[in-house]
Nanobody
Framework: QVQLVESGGGLVQAGDSLRLSCAAS????????MGWFRQAPGKEREFVAG????????NYADAVKGRFTISRDNAKNTVYLQMNNLKPEDTAVYYC???????????????WGQGTQVTVSS
């Protein structure tokens, strides 16, 4: 069993920045990759960014390339999502997830956090 806890969300204005954190605990043995997803009301959950724990291979959704950066601190078992130049379209609940593969498909991830709300006003 793996527990994931997101933090760092909040209410900001367009153009502002936020850094989300996801702390992992419990039985993390076998975890290979971490992904950030987001879901807005009435929309499907979508991939935002992913990273592998070992080498640090990254992947980003087209909508956030050049604005968001994913990173990890292996010693702290924590991954981060630095979000710059936020736009109203980024408003959503952001979730972190971990699994045994690097994927953009939500169903391939075994464990999920409860999410943190990010709201960007115009």
């Amino acid at each position: 069993q793996v527990q994931l806890v997101e933090s760092g969300g909040g209410l900001v204005q367009a153009g502002d920045s936020l850094r989300l954190s996801c702390a992992a605990s419990g039985r993390t043995f076998g975890s290979y990759a971490m992904g950030w997803f987001r879901q807005a009301p009435g929309k499907e959950r979508e991939f935002v960014a992913g990273i592998t724990w070992n080498v640090g291979i990254t992947n980003y959704a087209d909508a956030v390339k050049g604005r968001f950066t994913i990173s990890r601190d292996n010693a702290k078992n924590t991954v981060y999502l630095q979000m710059n130049n936020l736009k109203p379209e980024d408003t959503a609940v952001y979730y972190c997830a971990t699994g045994r593969t690097m994927s953009v498909v939500p169903t391939t991830y075994a464990y999920w956090g409860q999410g943190t709300q990010v709201t960007v006003s115009s």
